[in-house]
């Protein structure tokens, strides 16, 4: 089992910049692939970034490129998402996810969220104009 934890949600202004991290724990960090889903009131969820499980692969939804980042501290358990010039389109409940599947190389991204196994319980992040 795989237990994932966000923080770092909350309220910031358009423009402005939030940090989400996930702490991860249950199994070695290191063979989990990542991933940012988000979820908006009324639409359904959506893949925001995934990362490889050797953290040197990433992957970007074209909303958020150049915008997010995504990153990992495999020595730490810990995922993170760095988003700046938030707009208000970005507002929703944003869930970190881990594939645990001993399946592809270790550059490997996982785009969907059939793809993860795992869920965290949300962090909301609301943008106001």
């Known amino acids: 089992q795989v237990q994932l934890v966000e923080s770092g949600g909350g309220l910031v202004q358009a423009g402005g910049s939030l940090r989400l991290s996930c702490a991860a724990s249950?199994?070695?960090?290191?063979?989990?692939?990542m991933g940012w889903f988000r979820q908006a009131p009324g639409k359904e969820r959506e893949f925001v970034a995934g990362?490889?499980?050797?953290?040197?692969?990433?992957y970007y939804a074209d909303s958020v490129k150049g915008r997010f980042t995504i990153s990992r501290d495999n020595a730490k358990n810990v995922g993170n998402l760095q988003m700046n010039n938030l707009k208000p389109e970005d507002t929703a409940v944003y869930y970190c996810?881990?594939?645990?599947?001993?399946?592809?190389?270790?550059?490997?991204?996982?785009?969907?969220?059939?793809?993860?196994?795992?869920w965290g319980q949300g962090t909301q992040v609301t943008v106001s104009s």
């Open positions: 996810a881990a594939d645990s599947r001993a399946l592809y190389s270790a550059t490997y991204v996982t785009r969907t969220s059939i793809g993860y196994d795992y």
């Open positions: 249950g199994r070695t960090f290191s063979n989990l692939r």
């Open positions: 990362i490889s499980r050797s953290g040197g692969n990433t």
